[in-house]
């Protein structure tokens, strides 16, 4: 089946700065989204990305659907505490297709 | 709030038992999808409905099923439970027009224990 490789697998920070993590997939994707799940939650979507090169912000986060449509990338700016949890990218070819989901990146913010 | 609604929130078996677990979708959504998430796993997709018919099937036990009723609800029902059944199970519901279609919003998730 499809796979989706998301990196880094984890990531200790200090408040106040920057993250990037990004996820790369072995074909096309049509929408790739970006969830966020707390320990013993439900992944919450952060941002949903519906074509090729779009740049789409939502705060402090911003994401990106690759030209080639095989990757994705999040940037969290300014990162404080309640940032920490694990990032997921999913991506999906149509409507009726499952989401294939990244293995997360684990965040960790240092006050 | 997502507005997918899951119960229980946490489910406490031994193995050999059944169990079934509930998901009730956003309001208005016809698509629901169940997912598996054990310990330091991902996500594995399992089964998804669309108004009450099968859609699509992942990597979906034959001990277990599901099914999606008239008023959209959805129950997926685990047998013959072994230890490695132990996991948490999410819901997931999506619009069925548009663009917005092409995203999923989770439930809570139930935690599912087998002793």
């Known amino acids: 089946g499809q796979q989706l490789n998301q990196s880094p697998q984890s990531m200790f920070i200090q408040e106040g700065e920057d993250v990037s993590m990004n996820c790369t997939s072995s074909?096309?994707?049509?929408?790739w989204l970006w969830y966020k799940q707390d320990p013993g939650e439900g992944p919450v979507l952060l941002i949903a990305?519906?074509?090729?090169?779009e740049l789409t912000s939502n705060g402090r986060l911003t994401a990106q659907f690759g030209i080639t449509r095989k990757d994705s990338f999040l940037n969290i700016s300014a990162s404080i505490p309640s940032d920490v949890g694990i990032y997921f990218c999913?991506?999906?070819?149509?409507?009726?297709?499952?989401?294939?989901f990244g293995k997360g990146t684990r965040l960790s913010v240092i006050a | 709030d997502s507005g997918v609604t899951q119960t229980p929130k946490h489910l406490i078996t031994a193995t050999g038992q059944r169990v079934t677990l509930r998901c009730s979708p956003r309001?208005?959504?016809?698509?629901v999808y169940w997912y598996q998430q054990s310990l330091d796993q991902g996500l594995q997709f399992l089964i998804q409905?669309?108004?009450?018919?099968?859609?699509a099937k992942g990597n979906i036990l034959e001990r277990f099923s599901a099914q999606q009723f008239p008023d959209l609800h959805s129950e997926l029902n685990l047998s013959s439970l072994e230890l490695g059944d132990s996991a948490l199970y999410f819901c997931?519901?999506?619009?069925?027009?548009?663009?917005?279609?092409?995203?999923?919003?989770f439930g809570p998730g139930t935690r599912l224990t087998v002793l």
């Open positions: 997931a519901s999506s619009p069925s027009v548009g663009l917005a279609g092409y995203t999923q919003y």
């Open positions: 074909s096309i994707f049509n929408t």
């Open positions: 990305l519906y074509k090729a090169g």
């Open positions: 999913a991506g999906r070819n149509s409507g009726n297709t499952p989401l294939v």
């Open positions: 309001s208005g959504d016809l698509s």
């Open positions: 409905y669309y108004n009450g018919e099968e859609r």
